[in-house]
């Protein structure tokens, strides 16, 4: 089996998602995939963030991670996103590096790839489950493949119970919630080694 080419690409504003693309990548490293993880570019103004000391802290944190590219994204068979939430859909930064993707959508590049999302919020209903599925449409536009963790294993319970992907509130991640981003990005790389063959 050829051994799959997992791009892991996340945006983080104070560290939760940070976090848990760390915890995507030790675990689809273990699971045998080659792994990119990439942060997407900051959007907002340098001056807003300045003014907020822990998001300035958090993009400097993240400063050795290169920063997510169109390459990467034709690179990968499989895809692993994690998005805080912004009024209920993935935050704008993201939006922004999706919105770059046409090119490779149009000449049919992300079409067949796996693909999987996990995210924040401030609190359980602010919209963990709608950013998901916000981010799995625009997977299906893509012709991509759902690999949603389900209710696959105990870890997933113990999280919480989203079996469309892992979510927690800002700031609460915990070795719970590791343990259920460890079998999604698992079970990632392993349906993504049986379409790639």
């Known amino acids: 089996m050829a051994q799959p080419k997992i791009a892991i690409i996340f945006y983080s504003t104070y560290g939760t998602n940070h976090a848990v693309a760390l915890a995507a990548a030790e675990a689809a490293r273990d699971a045998g995939a080659d792994i990119r993880l990439r942060r997407v570019p900051e959007t907002a103004p340098k001056e807003v963030v300045a003014t907020q000391?822990?998001?300035?802290?958090?993009?400097?944190?993240?400063?050795?991670?290169?920063?997510?590219?169109?390459d990467d994204m034709e690179w990968a068979d499989g895809y692993?996103?994690?998005t805080p939430t912004r009024f209920g859909v993935a935050a704008s930064q993201l939006r922004a590096f999706i919105d770059t993707l046409g090119g490779l959508w149009g000449a049919g590049k992300l079409a067949n790839k796996t693909f999987t999302a996990t995210t924040s919020a401030q609190n359980p209903h602010g919209g963990q489950e709608a950013?998901?599925?916000?981010?799995?449409?625009?997977?299906?536009?893509?012709?991509?493949?759902?690999?949603?963790?389900?209710?696959?294993?105990?870890?997933?319970?113990?999280?919480?119970?989203?079996?469309?992907?892992?979510?927690?509130?800002?700031?609460?991640?915990?070795?719970?919630?590791?343990?259920?981003?460890?079998?999604?990005?698992?079970?990632l790389v392993e349906m993504t080694g049986k379409i790639t063959g």
């Open 53 to 70: 000391d822990a998001w300035k802290a958090q993009l400097d944190k993240m400063g050795d991670i290169p920063e997510a590219t169109a």
């Open 80 to 82: 692993f996103f994690s």
């Open 131 to 187: 950013t998901i599925l916000s981010l799995y449409t625009t997977a299906m536009h893509w012709g991509a493949i759902i690999v949603a963790p389900g209710f696959t294993d105990q870890s997933i319970f113990d999280a919480g119970g989203n079996p469309y992907g892992f979510s927690t509130n800002a700031n609460g991640f915990d070795d719970a919630g590791k343990a259920a981003v460890t079998h999604q990005a698992r079970r």
